[in-house]
């Protein structure tokens, strides 16, 4: 099936530092969504976009709608231990079923103190 | 109030036994998910249930049977599962309109089978 290319894999950054990751798709998305998962929870919805060019903030998280409508970026400034955790972005294929998200294959951010 | 909650929060299981899952939501949501998600992956799509009629089935095995009694509530029943079958067990809900995307996940059920 569809698949999102999400970067970086992995990050260990400094407390205080900003975090950015993307995700890209081959193909045109009418969502993006991203969600933040701690170990043994569930995914948790951070921001969600519906419209190409839209940037959107909650918080210390800032996160826009490709204009080509197939990418996504996801910024944290000034990071705090808390943020610790694994990020997914997801998005509807404007091809695909009304409830078929696709996932990105996460960016474990790590954040030393 | 975006809460859905799963019960129980861990659970162990021999490959004989039956067992359920359960889920609920009061946001009025009209569809609600069922995922598979191993470590390090993300989730995995099994079941959408749509105004309460199972709508997607991803090709899940029979040893996993899903029930919506009502519009609130979501059920995986369990039976003869592998121990492949270890995994976070993730419920989902969402509106069904322009928005239907925004899934909102529970907490998760961690299942062990021995």
């Known amino acids: 099936g569809q698949q999102l290319n999400q970067s970086p894999q992995s990050m260990f950054i400094q407390e205080g530092e900003d975090v950015s990751m993307n995700c890209t798709s081959s193909?045109?998305?009418?969502?993006w969504l991203w969600y933040k998962q701690d170990p043994g929870e569930g995914p948790v919805l951070l921001i969600a976009?519906?419209?190409?060019?839209e940037l959107t903030s909650n918080g210390r998280l800032t996160a826009q709608f490709g204009i080509t409508r197939k990418d996504s970026f996801l910024n944290i400034s000034a990071s705090i231990p808390s943020d610790v955790g694994i990020y997914f972005c997801?998005?509807?294929?404007?091809?695909?079923?009304?409830?078929?998200?696709?996932f990105g294959k996460g960016t474990k951010l790590s954040v030393i103190p | 109030d975006t809460e859905v909650t799963q019960t129980p929060k861990h659970l162990v299981m021999g490959m004989t036994n039956k067992k359920s899952l359960k889920c609920e939501q009061h946001?009025?949501?009209?569809?609600m998910y069922w995922y598979k998600q191993k470590a390090k992956k993300p989730p995995e799509l099994m079941f959408v249930y749509s105004y309460e009629k199972l709508s997607i089935n991803e090709s899940v095995p029979s040893r996993f049977s899903p029930e919506c009694p009502n519009s609130s509530l979501l059920n995986l029943h369990l039976h003869a599962l592998q121990p492949e079958d270890s995994a976070l067990y993730l419920c989902?809900?969402?509106?069904?309109?322009?928005?239907?995307?925004?899934?909102?996940f529970g907490p998760g059920t961690r299942l062990l089978v021995l």
């Open positions: 946001m009025g949501h009209r569809a």
């Open positions: 976009l519906y419209k190409a060019g």
């Open positions: 997801a998005g509807r294929d404007s091809g695909a079923g009304s409830y078929q998200l696709t």
């Open positions: 193909s045109i998305f009418n969502t």
């Open positions: 989902a809900s969402s509106q069904e309109d322009r928005g239907s995307e925004t899934q909102y």
